[in-house]
């Protein structure tokens, strides 16, 4: 993807270049390393959010956010298993960050007013919020407004996929077994695309949403979303901190242009941080591990540009891809503000033992220490 770089004379896009050439980035020291983004059973992740710490626990993630599609009922299993591997003295103590990641329509070329979702223009992007209350009203009304969305879409979908692949073998009560077994309320496409790739239909999920499940394809159906503001309002409502996610991985925002326009709107749409002089309460997703440098570059310059903190997570589904590994090479420069360093991650650098008292000093340190070697 081209890079707004290239355009681009400020400052502190230059300073995060030659940091990047540099490899001086920021990065989490191995003590502490953290991914805030990744998925459950509770969406179209594979494994249980049990399943889950446990192995981030053995890779040594120090902090993980559980952030599944649109709602938050993984959280609960995976703090409890938090808090058994925390009780035991012979191994490190992990954090779990209760997350979600939202679903939500943005009006590319319009207001993002809320309630404006009939445009044609609208983009399908993806918010995150951490440090969510889980029981919170707001987010328990706009995780039932997508559940019911989502169980429309898969059925719409399924009657679609019967109608084109019918006389191929798809038999729609067996794809309606299959998601059943997966044991979400919160079907994406992703699990009818790995049924077919069970049915040897196609050869990965890939394939399957290129034939059938993209716009323009004969099993896609359109939904809308709830507004971007009115998601950004949802997890601000919860006490959380709404991040933009993996802004260079929509496929219709190609352009840096785009990219710019969505995490402007964004960023306009956060509000202001009392305790911070200046910066917002909202992040974007900068830190990803297979991204080109220059796509990590263009992201953090954008997130100072607007007064945005940075998030990383490796937006981990299920082993075997090898794009999105459990906290896998996860850095944000140093020049941006990192998310947790906001204070609502005070207390769970606590509960890892870090004074809270000198959390930002220490922290400020840990981020700047490169990475040793894989582990
Ligand atoms: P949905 O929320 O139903 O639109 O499903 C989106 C989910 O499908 C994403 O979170 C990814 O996990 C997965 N996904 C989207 N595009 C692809 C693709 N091209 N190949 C594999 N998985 C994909
Ligand atoms: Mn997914
Ligand atoms: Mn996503
Ligand atoms: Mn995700």
Request: glycine share 6%; proline share 5%.
């Amino acid at each position: 993807m081209p890079t707004l770089l290239s355009n681009q004379s400020n400052q502190s896009g230059r300073v995060m270049a030659e940091e990047f050439e540099n490899k001086e980035i920021g990065r989490l020291h191995p003590a502490v390393k953290a991914d805030l983004h990744l998925h459950t059973n509770y969406s179209d992740g594979k494994l249980k959010p049990a399943e889950l710490v446990a192995f981030a626990s053995k890779r040594g993630i120090r902090m993980l956010a559980v952030t599944d599609h649109d709602n938050v009922n993984g959280v609960k299993e995976a703090i409890e298993t938090a808090n058994k591997i925390n009780s035991r003295a012979d191994v490190a103590k992990i954090a779990v960050i209760p997350g979600i990641e939202f679903s939500a329509s943005w009006d590319m070329h319009g207001e993002n007013v809320p309630g404006n979702e009939s445009s044609p223009e609208l983009e399908k992007i993806h918010i995150v919020g951490l440090c969510v209350d889980p029981e919170a009203e707001s987010i328990v009304r706009v995780s039932e407004k997508h559940k019911s969305i989502r169980i429309r879409r898969v059925n719409e979908i399924s009657d679609k996929l019967e109608e084109c692949l019918g006389a191929k073998g798809l038999r729609r009560e067996h794809l309606d077994e299959y998601i059943n077994k997966c044991g979400s309320e919160f079907v994406t496409r992703k699990q009818i695309a790995d049924y077919l790739c069970e049915q040897e239909l196609v050869s990965d999920a890939s394939e399957a949403f290129e034939k059938y499940l993209v716009k323009g394809r004969p099993a896609y159906a359109e939904r809308h979303w709830s507004n971007i503001s009115e998601i950004v309002q949802a997890i601000v409502e919860s006490g959380g901190i709404p991040v933009l996610a993996h802004p260079c991985r929509y496929k219709n925002l190609s352009s840096p242009e785009l990219i710019a326009k969505l995490i402007k709107d964004f960023a306009s749409l956060c509000p202001r941080d009392p305790e911070s002089s200046g910066v917002l309460s909202g992040a974007v997703e900068a830190g990803w591990p297979f991204q080109t440098i220059d796509d990590g570059i263009m992201i953090a310059s954008l997130a100072l540009e607007n007064s945005l903190m940075c998030s990383m997570g490796s937006d981990f589904h299920e082993f075997g891809n090898r794009e999105r590994i459990l906290g896998e090479k996860l850095s944000v420069p140093s020049r941006v503000l990192p998310v947790w360093q906001d204070s609502r991650f005070d207390a769970y650098w606590q509960s890892l033992g870090i004074d809270p008292a000198e959390a930002t000093l220490k922290k400020m340190h840990l981020i700047q220490t490169i990475v040793g070697p894989e582990i």
